[in-house]
């Protein structure tokens, strides 16, 4: 869980990046890398919902 946890934290770092360089620069590649980062970021938490109530089970 606890690598699952810093994979999530290191792909919000990548959508911050790539989000600010979208929003202050209007570098359009960024924005969708950003876009991306966030479908990754939505499959990691949904995994880390799973796995958090198969813990709480225990």
Known sequence: MKD????ITAEFETLK???ELHIEKGNKSA????RKSTLDLEKL???FRKVS??????
């Open 4 to 7: 699952l946890f810093e994979k």
């Open 17 to 19: 990046t790539e989000a």
């Open 31 to 34: 924005g969708t890398r950003a």
């Open 45 to 47: 938490l949904k995994e």
């Open 53 to 58: 109530v198969e813990e709480s089970k225990k």
